[in-house]
């Protein structure tokens, strides 16, 4: 009779405890899930004040868009409160996105741990009592079942975010998923269905530009101007209790570079957005500067003067128009750009964007590597017009590098506001220039990348006989 009396008082308190996590996910997360330590130590899953924010938010049924910096807990977190919607609420569909194969793997297997763990415990095991029989049986790899409720991680596409209709969406570091844009605009009927959403990320960039990281800036900002329906949250460095002043000075130390230390650890949500990816040759808030700057001239009060010419040729020509500013700048304004195309159809879209302008085109600079097209089309554009621009061959492998870094130097000055030489580009005029500038990335041996730069190349054209001057000038000096 007493161990009976035991059993049925121990069953009675193993209930009372199911309800109270399924009432309550920041309970359950608290009382029955373990995290893991960088070196693989389990430990308790003890919140932060911020931390329950978030699972508040979530359990309201709200979407939910963080801008975080590293370390703080939060991929844990909102992993748990996945296992905990499927636990509790049978049938439900979980899906997570994420940025490569590695870490969709890794993701999925942080929660599979932390159920093995509470399958396991006897002070645990109770809570998965009543978890239904899976309907089928799944890819493990890239699906966990937790009784008749499903969570799959995958890596970030359009086509994964429309895999299914799911009851939560978790994007983790989506700054850096490709094709952010198009994955947002798939997961819009889940927003829109009233499923739960949970956008979690560091920045990697601004809004301006098209960078990786420029959807995820804009989301933020939507959220953050009451535009959209998601519920922002910012985490700077220091929500940590434990990190304080002295940790501060330690971590810059050990990252040497307080640009990076500000993306990777803001104090503000404007640091976060300060800069992208290392990998990229052109630091998206300067470029975000010109391209501000060039809408500024777009509105009213653009430079003019003689007409520049800057063409990049080849099976993608990209030809650039612009005009020089003052101190060593560059006002670059349209853009003809083709895929394949017969030259002399590239050659009368010249022709047309230099007639929009009312002028003639004055200079010409291109790549030197394509000497027979050019002649060809200085041969068509005589014929057409009567005259042909004094023209100059600019070989890359004598000043590209060169040219880049004048390039930078210019946006650098753009975003400082500087008075002149400043470089200022279209945002109407040259989309895909911009397009180009923003994702162009170097190669593990430092060398700019080839391929999706004919804009890119067009404009170091333009800035390769300046940048050569300045160089000799700062030389000197």
Request: glycine letters at 8%; aromatic letters at 8%.
């Amino acid at each position: 009779m007493a161990t009976a009396t035991k059993v049925s008082q121990l069953e009675a308190r193993q209930e009372r405890d199911r309800r109270r996590c399924a009432a309550a996910a920041d309970f359950f997360i608290e009382r029955h899930c373990l995290i893991e330590e960088p070196d693989g130590t389990a430990i308790p899953f003890t919140l932060w004040p911020f931390q329950r924010d978030v699972v508040t938010a979530l359990e309201a049924g709200e979407p939910v868009i963080v801008l975080k910096a590293r370390r703080l807990g939060l991929s844990w977190l909102v992993l748990c409160f996945a296992l905990w919607l499927a636990i509790f609420n049978q049938g439900t569909r979980i899906l997570v996105l994420c940025k490569t194969e590695g870490d969709a793997t890794e993701l999925l297997d942080r929660i599979r741990r932390t159920l093995e763990r509470i399958r396991s415990d006897p002070a645990s095991q109770h809570i998965l009592s009543r978890l239904e029989r899976p309907a089928k049986e799944r890819d493990a790899v890239k699906t966990l079942d937790v009784g008749a409720s499903t969570i799959r991680a995958l890596v970030g596409t359009p086509a994964a975010a429309r895999s299914e209709t799911a009851g939560l969406v978790i994007a983790d570091e989506f700054a850096f998923q490709s094709r952010a844009d198009e994955i947002w605009r798939a997961l819009t009927p889940t927003i829109d269905g009233g499923g739960r959403l949970a956008v979690v990320s560091t920045g990697n960039g601004p809004d301006i530009g098209g960078g990786t990281g420029a959807e995820f800036a804009s989301q933020w900002n939507r959220a953050v101007s009451g535009e959209s329906t998601l519920t922002p949250f910012f985490f700077s460095w220091d929500a940590r209790p434990d990190r304080d002043e002295k940790w501060h000075k330690r971590t810059l130390a050990m990252l040497g570079d307080l640009e990076r230390f500000k993306t990777e650890y803001p104090s503000k949500p404007a640091d976060a957005f300060t800069s992208p990816d290392t990998d990229l040759v052109y630091d998206q808030t300067h470029l975000a500067a010109a391209v501000a700057l060039g809408k500024q001239y777009d509105e009213g009060d653009a430079p003019s003067g003689p007409l520049w010419l800057g063409i990049d040729w080849g099976v993608n020509t990209h030809a650039l128009l612009a005009y020089r500013t003052a101190g060593g700048g560059l006002y670059v304004f349209a853009e003809v750009f083709d895929n394949g195309r017969d030259l002399a159809v590239t050659t009368a879209a010249i022709l047309r964007a230099i007639a929009d302008t009312g002028q003639r085109a004055e200079y010409e600079r291109f790549d030197a590597a394509e000497p027979v097209i050019h002649t060809e089309f200085r041969r068509q554009f005589k014929t057409a017009t009567g005259y042909n621009p004094r023209w100059g061959s600019i070989p890359f492998n004598k000043y590209k590098e060169l040219a880049v870094k004048y390039a930078t130097y210019l946006m650098r000055r753009s975003h400082a506001q500087e008075p002149s030489a400043v470089l200022a580009i279209s945002p109407t005029g040259c989309p895909e220039l911009i397009r180009q500038m923003s994702r162009l990335e170097r190669t593990s041996d430092g060398k700019v990348a080839k391929g999706d730069d004919h804009g890119a190349d067009a404009l170091l054209t333009l800035t390769a006989e300046p940048g050569e001057q300045f160089a000799n000038v700062t030389v000197t000096d």
